[in-house]
């Protein structure tokens, strides 16, 4: 069974940091390019983050690119989000994501990823 695990989350102050991580487990984590989303209360699911399956090229989306990091631990079969100088627009449900074919190229597409964790709450005070 695949399973995508996501901890970390929590309140924060303004101006704050948070690391998020994500582990999986049922599938062979190299194999799979990686992404984190975020859902805000009434909005729909957007775009935050991904990474390669080595690592070589990440892609932010717009209004977290310069303060938040993706990054991926392959052996550790871990996946994590460094967030940094939050704001409270930060405030969102964050959900870790696999893409849906081994070896596929990263996308900022929510119908590219078919394996999703049960999200973790990040609140800015």
């Known amino acids: 069974q695949v399973q995508l695990v996501e901890s970390g989350g929590g309140l924060v102050q303004a101006g704050g940091s948070l690391r998020l991580s994500c582990v999986a487990s049922?599938?062979?984590?190299?194999?799979?390019?990686m992404a984190w989303f975020r859902q805000a209360p009434g909005k729909e699911r957007e775009f935050a983050a991904t990474?390669?399956?080595?690592?070589?090229?990440?892609d932010y989306g717009d209004s977290v690119k310069g303060r938040f990091a993706i990054s991926r631990v392959n052996y550790k079969n871990t996946l994590y989000l460094q967030m940094n100088d939050l704001k409270p627009e930060d405030t969102a449900v964050y959900y870790c994501?696999?893409?849906?074919?081994?070896?596929?190229?990263?996308?900022?597409?929510?119908?590219?990823?078919?394996?999703w964790g049960q999200g973790t709450q990040v609140t800015d005070q």
């Open positions: 990474i390669t399956r080595t690592s070589s090229y990440t």
């Open positions: 994501a696999a893409h849906s074919r081994r070896h596929g190229l990263t996308s900022r597409r929510l119908g590219d990823y078919a394996t």
């Open positions: 049922g599938l062979t984590f190299s194999d799979y390019p």
